[in-house]
């Protein structure tokens, strides 16, 4: 089985500064991935990098694409990449508004990416909408309603379903709950991992938050100065860390 | 009589030529914005300048110039620039659409049908038909390039959301060649479809912001519609009550301060000449 | 269907100056099918870090670690996932469950959607005295026993060729833990190699096929 996205020797400099040294992973179909790491750790320039919004300096990011196998992403068109994040990709920003087009409907906003894939039929697009936004527990009736007046909370929920309504098979995401209050996320986090095992979705969770981690990811990949400094199961990295800093960031959480 | 202190029509040589180059891209690409040096003209931005520079780089000596404003030829705007002609170029000049060679017009396409040979020119202010939605330029470059009309259709539907039927009711985006998505300008939706399949050249030129587009002759060009909301124009109840025409645009006139209002072709020629043929008949 | 050799197990606390803990050192035990191999010895002699070793919850230091056809000290993430859906089932002492998930769903969701599934979780809640009213609450807020009951009907819902099981009669009454010996003993006539920790001695009687003694 080729994996949907294989990862090798990335590096991404600014200047001077090494952002990302030699990153390599690989991430099945179904797979969740969460990279953690504190700020500065490079976690969010690799998200940006294997997600084709910035470009690696070294390095290969190739892609199993749905009909003509795996593709070295920055082999391809810009219009290829855009058109790839459009079906084939979600990405999740960590502030909603980023996401979302805030001076437009709920319901334009979950029926765009179809619409730009050429669907014409409204009662369809309002249907679809519709349906994701009871998929994402929103309240159908608050389809018409601009995103202006949704909580914190809701936003994402739409952004997920904007998302989401392509079917894409890999989903970016940076911080999915950060910023939002804990039950608020508590709840976030329950939808994502039922939406992403339901879906078979494969994903990378960008994370500082070590409990989302387990709560949503099967494997973690640790990051310090732009490296990955440790890999493994979820559930092995955080109850028998093996690299010095891995044991660090593991005791110093707090519990509750 | 031609005013010999001014170039042919008033543009020197060169700039015809630049802006011809411009109008044969925007041909060879139908529905595309093609950026020019839009000059200096002698009157402001938003009084017609892109379409009066596109029909002086095309004029020639032989050539009848018909200029309509809003269907009419004697309004104030279409007066001055009939003049404008008159006198730096010396040309004849029409009220007739089927008499004319070049039609220049802002906000209506004649009714009567054009022929292949003929060509229309239309003022145009805003060309970027996605500008109200993405005001970034780069963005709605990218857009187009990429064929990435998503955005497009979104006003639609927030339109049938709102209100039930798609708002816009002049300026109505259409589809060029099933490629481009073009600002038809101000015209009413009512025009669109004559924009489909016309023998005659169409030519836009929007001189503020510099851009130049084309339809061919015979021309593919649809309003941009959802399935289960198609496209539909505009129908007045009462007919002409000059002409007693009930296919044309209707223009509203208010006659007295009690609310008494009449409605009479917008298109002058085209009312004037089925009158004519009434009182022949 | 499990085969360990020569596995050793050393934590190296680099925040404490690397000093090392040696636990397990030199562990060798082949578990066949129908078999259930108790774990004795004095608290901190390593059982739960054979458990864990087995799971690949913690990563071996030296020594193999073989579980079916697969070397589970060298295999990869997507390996070692696809052993756990399929071939390991885990039972450990504390549970632990996202947070709004209802009782039913956590023990139903070994079995993967099939289309009996809620009805063998009711099954197994049956058996576990779990009450009713508590089938649609999230397991967070039950006693210690409801939480383990919760933990062992999820762990042998499903059969699965490998069990592993930590102390998982801990905080049950009488009644329950007899429950549990008869799951435990279902699933060993079943096939499952087990491997388990039982404190309590009866437990360990009721089950247990062989003893691997800790020193």
């Known amino acids: 089985m080729i ?38 750790s490079g976690k969010t320039t690799l998200l940006n990098c294997v997600s084709a919004r910035l470009r690696p300096e070294a390095g290969t990011i190739r892609f199993l ?40 409907s709920a319901g334009a906003n979950v029926g765009e990416r179809l619409m730009a894939l050429g669907e014409r039929h409204y009662g369809r697009l309002r249907g679809a909408a519709t349906d994701w936004l009871a998929r994402v527990e929103m309240d159908a009736a608050r389809i018409d309603e601009s995103p202006q007046t949704f909580s914190g909370g809701m936003r994402q929920r739409l952004q997920i379903a904007r998302n ?93 | 009589m031609r005013d010999p202190h001014y170039a042919f029509a ?57 200029v309509i404003d809003q269907g009419a030829d004697d309004t104030v705007n279409a007066v001055n620039i009939r003049r404008f002609f008159e006198r730096t170029a010396g040309i004849a000049t029409t009220e007739r659409t089927r008499e004319a060679t070049i039609l220049q017009t802002r906000h209506r396409i004649p009714e009567t049908p054009l022929a292949e040979r003929q060509i229309i020119v239309y003022q145009v202010p805003v ?17 187009h390039a990429l064929s990435d009309y998503g955005l497009m259709h979104v006003k639609l539907y927030e339109d049938i959301a709102r209100y039930g039927h798609v708002s816009t009711t002049y300026d109505y985006p259409v589809l060029v060649n099933g490629r481009y998505v073009m600002a038809p300008s101000p015209i009413p939706k009512f025009d669109n479809p004559k924009i489909h399949m016309n023998p005659a050249l169409q030519l836009f030129g929007a001189g503020r912001e510099k851009r130049i587009y084309a339809v061919p002759p015979y021309t593919k060009v649809e309003s941009l519609a959802f399935e289960d909301h198609p496209f539909e124009v505009q129908r007045w109840s009462r007919p002409c009550v000059l002409c007693g025409a009930v296919d044309s645009f209707l223009d509203e006139v208010v006659t007295d301060d009690r609310g008494g209002r009449m409605f009479v072709c917008s298109d002058t020629d085209y009312c004037g000449e089925r009158r004519g043929r009434k009182a022949a008949a | 269907m499990i085969s360990v050799q020569g596995l050793r197990k050393t934590f190296t606390l680099h925040k404490q100056g690397g ?18 191999v108790a774990l004795d010895g004095p608290s901190g002699a390593g059982k739960s870090t054979l458990l864990k070793c087995l799971y690949a919850n913690y990563r071996a230091t030296a ?111 009488a009644d329950n833990r007899l429950t549990v010996v008869s799951l435990i003993n279902e699933a060993r006539a079943w096939g499952s190699a087990i491997v388990g920790i039982f404190h309590d001695q009866k437990v360990r009687e009721a089950v247990a096929t062989r003893t691997y003694r800790f020193h």
């Open chain 2, 10 to 66: 008033y543009l020197d040589e060169r700039t015809k030529r630049m802006v011809r180059r411009a109008l044969l891209k925007a041909v060879a690409i139908p529905g595309y914005q093609v950026p020019f040096g839009s000059r200096e003209m002698p009157l402001p931005y938003g009084w017609g300048t892109g379409g009066i520079q596109v029909t002086a780089s095309i004029l020639g000596p032989k050539d009848v110039l018909k």
């Open chain 3, 19 to 36: 000093v090392e803990l040696p636990v397990l050192q030199g562990v060798d035990l082949d578990v066949q099918p129908g078999e259930c």
């Open chain 3, 63 to 173: 020594g193999s670690v073989r579980v079916g056809h697969t070397e589970v000290t060298a295999a990869s993430a997507r390996e070692l996932l696809a052993l756990r859906r399929d071939t390991i089932g885990y039972v450990s002492q504390f549970l632990r469950v996202v947070p709004r998930v209802p009782a039913l769903d956590v023990v139903a969701e070994p079995l993967h959607g099939a289309e009996d599934a809620r009805q063998q979780a009711e099954q197994m809640l049956l058996r576990l005295r779990i009450p009713m009213r508590l089938w649609s609450v999230p397991p967070a807020t039950f006693s210690g026993g409801e939480q383990q009951r919760i933990n062992v009907a999820r762990g042998l819902i499903r059969p699965m060729p490998v069990l592993l099981l930590d102390e998982p009669t801990a905080s049950l009454d």
């Open chain 1, 65 to 104: 694409t749905r009909h003509e196998g795996q593709k070295d992403l920055y082999a391809l068109s810009e219009a290829q990449r855009r058109l790839l994040a459009r079906t084939d990709w979600g990405f999740v920003h960590q502030n909603p508004s980023e996401g979302l087009r805030m001076n437009v």
């Open chain 1, 164 to 256: 989401l309504v392509t079917r894409p098979r890999l989903v970016f995401m940076d911080e999915p709950t950060s910023g939002l209050d804990v039950s608020v996320q508590a709840r976030l986090l329950d939808l994502l991992r039922s939406l992403t095992r339901d879906l078979g979705l494969a994903a990378i969770v960008v994370t500082h938050d070590l409990a989302v981690a387990r709560l949503l990811a099967h494997r973690m990949l640790v990051m310090k100065d732009g490296r990955a400094v440790e890999q493994g199961l979820t559930d092995q990295v955080l109850d028998d860390p093996q690299h010095p800093y891995t044991q660090l960031l593991v005791s110093s959480v707090l519990q509750p």
């Open chain 2, 127 to 143: 060309p970027e038909p996605l500008q109200r939605l993405e005001p970034r330029e780069a963005e709605t470059r990218r857009m």
């Open chain 1, 3 to 40: 994996p949907i996205l294989a990862v090798a020797g990335l590096r991404k400099s600014y200047g001077k500064r090494l952002v990302l040294a030699d990153v390599d992973f690989d991430l099945w179909p179904g797979d969740v991935l969460a990279v953690v790491g504190e700020s500065g």
